[in-house]
């Protein structure tokens, strides 16, 4: 059974730095990203990438946010540098396709 499985979220002050990761078992996706979701929000686009590394940001993170992944160990990173407090969100891994979600974690920006 397909999984994907997120870490490295948590509790930063502003300003700060956080990695987190994708691991997916099973098949090799086209596209793999990362979204985000507040409380009464829709969910919506960070960043994503495609097998053969072509990248997408919103523009709320570019220059600040780097999407990576390793195709050898079916993984997707995104590394978040300069946060703050309006990217307090919990965000979801998405790999395509078919189309499966993460469960979440919780990044908060906070001083």
């Known amino acids: 059974q397909l999984q994907l499985v997120e870490s490295g979220g948590g509790l930063v002050q502003p300003g700060g730095s956080l990695r987190l990761t994708c691991a997916a078992s099973?098949?090799?996706?086209?596209?793999m990203g990362w979204y985000r979701q507040v409380p009464g929000k829709q969910r919506e686009l960070v960043a994503t990438i495609t097998s053969v590394g072509a990248t997408n940001y919103a523009d709320s993170v570019k220059g600040r946010f780097t999407i990576s992944r390793d195709n050898a160990k079916n993984t997707v990173y995104l590394r978040m540098n300069s946060l703050e407090p309006e990217d307090t969100a919990v965000y979801y891994c998405?790999?395509?396709?078919?189309?499966?979600w993460g469960q979440g974690t919780q990044v908060t920006v906070s001083s």
């Open positions: 099973g098949s090799i996706f086209n596209v």
């Open positions: 998405r790999a395509c396709c078919p189309l499966y």
